[in-house]
Structure formats: structure tokens, C-alpha cells
Nanobody
Framework: QVQLVESGGGLVQAGGSLKLSCTPSGSIVSIVSGGWSRQAPGSELVAQIKSGGRTDYADSVKGRFTISRDNGKNTVYLQMNSLEPEDTAVYYC?????????????????WGQGTQVTVSS
């Protein structure tokens, strides 16, 4: 019963920065891949980190946001710089996680509960 715990959201001024984190609450083997999406209420995939470490970003955040992974802490981060009011949204992390089961290792996808990011002018 893996759950993803998100933190780091809040209220910031335009031009400011926030760093979001996402970590599984239960024991896992490893994080296979991860991503961050936002809903405002329209949904948008903003960043992904693949199993090999490659990262991809939506054009709307490219150059401002950085997704990273700390394998030792089993945590995925989203560093958000130069925030704009248009970045205001609820941000959700999504991780593909390798977990150990009675039948062996399997990969499952999990979603975080969401964290509010509000950027004021």
C-alpha cells in the first residue's frame, strides 16, 4: 500500500521560487520514473524524469523548472524558479515505482494528493 506524500507548495510572489517534493510512504525497491502535473483546473504535464534519467518539460515551464531524483531518499523534486501567476495550480506528482511482492518485483503507478501553488503578481 504505497502512498505518495507531497510537500513544498505555498504562496509566493511572481519571480520567486518553490521546491516541491514527492516521496513514497512505504517500502519500495526503486523509483522507475516520475512526473509532475498541474491542474488549474485544466490539466498539464509539466515535467518528467525517465528511468534512464532523461528529463522532459512542457514548453510553458522549460528553462524555469527542474525535475530531479534522489535515489537514496527515494524522492522526486520539482524546483520551480521565476514563477509566474500562470503557474498557479494544484501540483500532483506521479511515480512509477518498483515494489517487492509475494510474486516478485512489479512496477506500479501512484499519484500524490496534490499541493497548492499560488503565485501572486
Amino acid at each position: 500500500q504505497v502512498q505518495l506524500v507531497e510537500s513544498g507548495g505555498g504562496l509566493v510572489q511572481a519571480g520567486g521560487s518553490l521546491k516541491l517534493s514527492c516521496t513514497p510512504s512505504g517500502s519500495i525497491v526503486s523509483i522507475v520514473s516520475g512526473g509532475w502535473s498541474r491542474q488549474a483546473p485544466g490539466s498539464e504535464l509539466v515535467a518528467q524524469i525517465k528511468s534512464g534519467g532523461r528529463t522532459d518539460y512542457a514548453d510553458s515551464v522549460k528553462g524555469r523548472f527542474t525535475i530531479s531524483r534522489d535515489n537514496g531518499k527515494n524522492t522526486v523534486y520539482l524546483q520551480m524558479n521565476s514563477l509566474e501567476p500562470e503557474d498557479t495550480a494544484v501540483y500532483y506528482c506521479n511515480l512509477a515505482v518498483a515494489v517487492a511482492t509475494s510474486y516478485g518485483i512489479k512496477t506500479s503507478s501512484y499519484w500524490g494528493q496534490g499541493t497548492q501553488v499560488t503565485v501572486s503578481s
